[in-house]
């Protein structure tokens, strides 16, 4: 299918054991021979590797004086098409690590006759070639990037057909009507009386509720993909930064008794437990002269209405009876009330009574943070994380444009068998399903476009 065979660095760069530097397209076998010794052979044996020596081809000038030739010593591993990684003919070179002698070898190959890879474009061919969905190959960039366990573990999950597999269940039942719309449209009218339009109904409705479903999982996707967004506000000197260092383990915002020291908000990404958590401390909520403080404030509720945890500090003070309010409710789907600075508390502080609700905390001892891990991790589990780790669904923005547009689609056309005498025709239906199916398929690459590839795969590192 592709012309050009194409070489690239598939391992990071830097000091390391070994780096991998993979071939693939028509000519793979016969530039490996053109670089490699002894060869692989005119008998060459599908995932055998091989040892030997790198070096520059024959009769080409390579630039590099006084190496007779020689690059590295290698391992050399062919993989005959369509049994490798792209399905087409590859060959992957493991040699030493290091910032040069991959970059060698990509040289050598190239003067060979192989050309850079572009992004993604490995995957991008595998996709062509049949080998992986599309919604596949974006969970092959998804575990490279996890930054977390239940991440790794939701990509891998995809990776192996957990979102297909769902979408074949939505796609199967529209296909079938479909088929038998456009069948009864062969025959003259008096011949076939049509798809019973409950029959059809029923169909459009099942679709939907499949359609929601994966719609339902569409945060804990970006959750697992982008971590957990917790802000906490509150106003000066609340104590907002000295729990944000607590939280995140170091010493990151600075603390300090004057008011307004927080004029940004602090972002700080910590794993807990297998998640990705991303706190934020912002500037103290206050009525302020400060044209910079304001600009800080004004930031702090941009944070807020885009949390997914909100965590709502006060102090203990502010907690007697007759003391400021408590903080206002945010509109995110969990907001955990926190109260600080326990340790100067004369008394024991849950008998305040007013703040039953709220975490009892000190920075300073420790005191409470514990309890407030237990609270956020109550929290995530409104995210439904398992549920979309075990079904192998990691929807990202793409796919939940075209699941809520197949959704409006669907609902469009099933309310017009609300009227049984306004029901549309099967042609008209047909039309429409196609139009609906089109949709779906562009989740998965059954129906792509040049720019749909484009915007998957430019997110993709050189050598995947």
């Not at 690239?8 to 530097?21: L, Q, R, S």
């Not at 003259?188 to 029959?199: C, F, I, K, P, R």
């Not at 609270?375 to 669904?393: M, Q, R, T, W």
């Not at 989740?443 to 484009?454: A, D, K, N, T, Y």
Request: proline share 4%; net charge negative; glycine share 10%.
């Amino acid at each position: 299918m592709f012309e050009e065979t194409i070489v690239a660095i598939a391992t990071p760069e830097g000091n390391g054991g070994v780096a991998m530097v993979r071939l693939s397209g028509p000519r793979a076998l016969q530039i490996g021979n053109l670089v490699f010794v002894p060869g692989l052979g005119d008998n060459t044996k599908s995932h055998q590797a091989v040892y030997g020596i790198l070096e520059w081809p024959n009769d080409v000038d390579s630039g590099v004086s006084d190496n007779n030739g020689v690059i590295d010593q290698v391992i050399a591993l062919p993989m005959l098409a369509p049994n490798s990684f792209t399905g087409e003919d590859t060959v992957e070179f493991f040699c030493h690590g290091g910032t040069v002698v991959s970059r060698l070898v990509v040289s050598a190959c190239r003067l060979a006759g192989a050309r850079p890879a572009t992004a993604g474009e490995f995957s991008r061919r595998a996709f062509l070639n049949g080998k992986m969905s599309l919604d596949q190959a974006e969970a092959v960039a998804d575990l490279i990037h996890a930054e977390s366990d239940l991440a790794a573990r939701a990509a891998i999950r995809q990776l192996l057909g957990g979102l297909n597999s769902q979408l074949v269940a939505i796609e199967k039942p529209l296909l079938e009507l479909l088929a038998h719309l456009e069948g009864g449209l062969e025959f003259l009218e008096e011949e076939h009386a049509g798809v019973d339009s409950v029959e059809i109904a029923r169909v459009l409705s099942q679709s939907m509720g499949g359609i929601s479903r994966l719609l339902e999982l569409a945060p804990a996707g970006r959750l697992l993909r982008d971590g957990i967004h917790v802000v906490l506000k509150g106003s000066p000197n609340v104590g907002k930064s000295s729990l944000f260092n607590e939280l995140v383990g170091t010493e990151r915002a600075i603390v300090d008794d004057e008011a307004g020291t927080t004029r940004d908000v602090v972002t700080e990404r910590v794993v807990h437990k297998g998640q990705v958590y991303v706190f934020h401390d912002t500037a103290g909520l206050r009525q302020s002269p400060d044209r910079i403080e304001n600009k800080g404030i004004q930031r702090t509720h941009e944070a807020v209405r885009q949390a997914d945890i909100i965590l709502s500090l006060s102090a203990y003070e502010e907690s007697i009876p007759g003391s400021q309010k408590e903080p206002e409710k945010s509109s995110a789907m969990v907001d955990i009330s926190v109260l600080t600075k326990c340790d100067l508390s004369p008394e024991n502080p849950e008998s305040f009574g007013i703040n039953s609700d709220a975490v009892f905390t000190s920075s300073s001892t420790g005191f409470g943070v514990d309890k407030l891990w237990d609270e956020l991790e109550k929290a995530v589990k409104n995210y439904e994380l398992d549920k979309a780790i075990s079904l192998g669904v990691v929807i990202n923005e793409r796919h939940r444009f075209k699941l809520e547009n197949s959704r409006n689609e669907l609902s469009l056309l099933l309310q017009e068998f609300s009227d049984p005498s306004s029901i549309p025709g099967d042609e008209i239906v047909g039309t429409l399903l196609a139009s609906i199916l089109a949709q779906l398929g562009e989740i998965s690459g059954r129906v792509f476009s040049e720019q749909i590839l484009e915007s998957v795969f430019s997110r993709f590192c050189v050598g995947k």
